[in-house]
């Protein structure tokens, strides 16, 4: 396989969330937070930015602010196969080789972060790319929240293979732990197969779905950027991005 060269970043959606209902509608900055997300991805300037919305009023946010957005099945069980029929809709000659899954929840992100995740599909073998940043909070070492990658990489290095994700501390032993950031960069075979998998054992013992790609032979690299961006789950975390993009 070689590099893609043709990528389209797409953002899924939805209006349901048990800890902050309607958040990609909140405002920041003077703009719903799926317009902030998608800005984000059009600064990072790899190629079309699409929202894939389970709602209309998510839709009708993102074209208002001059967007392109898709409508999807509102009953999906996952961002992956949301983005799967928006990448169907949006693109059904298969132009495109390559999608970036941004979530609608990172208003913050640095458009270089999204730039990076694309990086490890240049390895022949990869066939799913994703971030990852060194733990230095002693707190999220054992924060059953922060998802920590599993790398092979060698010091120094700036990528490294994914062999487990998981909500515990591991590894055991000296050496860094990887915090996971929830951005990938799919080859569009590797998602089109992803998608057809039934869910695996691991992936319902961690409820990390990435691991289901793990269970059955894919590979995911991993490149190491300098920082976590904020994920907005919360009303504090949705006031402390107000405070990031309301001073920008």
């Known amino acids: 396989m070689t590099a893609p060269a043709n990528p389209i970043v797409l953002i899924p959606a939805r209006l349901a969330s048990t ?4 958040k990609p509608l909140a405002e920041i900055g003077g703009q719903p937070m799926i317009v902030q997300v998608w ?3 059009r600064e990072a300037d790899v190629g079309p930015v699409v929202v894939a919305c389970a709602e209309q009023a998510i839709f009708e946010a993102v ?5 392109e957005a898709v409508l999807t ?7 992956s196969d949301r983005i799967f029929e928006a990448l169907a809709k949006t693109d059904g000659e298969g132009r495109f080789d390559a999608v970036v899954n941004l979530q609608g929840d990172l208003p913050t992100i640095a458009p270089d972060a999204v730039r ?3 990086g490890p599909l240049s390895e022949s073998t990869c066939d799913i790319a994703t971030l990852v940043a060194e733990i230095t909070d ?3 070492r054992d924060d059953p929240n922060v998802v920590k990658a599993v790398l092979a990489m060698a010091p120094g290095a700036g990528v490294g293979r994914a062999l487990y994700f998981s909500r515990a501390t591991v590894p055991t032993g000296d050496g860094p732990l990887y915090h996971h950031i929830g951005i990938y960069a799919y080859r569009r075979l590797a998602l089109e197969r992803f998608v057809t998998l039934d869910p695996g054992v691991l992936e319902a013992r961690e409820r990390l779905e990435q691991l289901r790609a793990l269970e059955n032979g894919m590979r995911i690299d991993a490149t190491l950027v300098d920082t976590v961006p904020l ?3 919360t009303p504090a975390e949705l ?3 107000r405070e990031i993009l309301g001073a920008s």
Do not use: I, K, T, W
């Not at 800890?19 to 309607?22: D, E, G, Q, T």
């Not at 074209?63 to 967007?67: E, K, L, P, V, Y």
């Open 231 to 233: 994920g907005v789950d």
């Open 19 to 22: 800890r902050l209902p309607n």
């Open 116 to 118: 990076a995740v694309l």
């Open 63 to 67: 074209r208002d602010a001059g967007g």
């Open 73 to 79: 099945d509102p009953d999906h069980p996952s961002g």
């Open 39 to 41: 800005n984000r991805a």
């Open 138 to 140: 002693p707190a999220e």
């Open 239 to 241: 006031q402390r991005a």
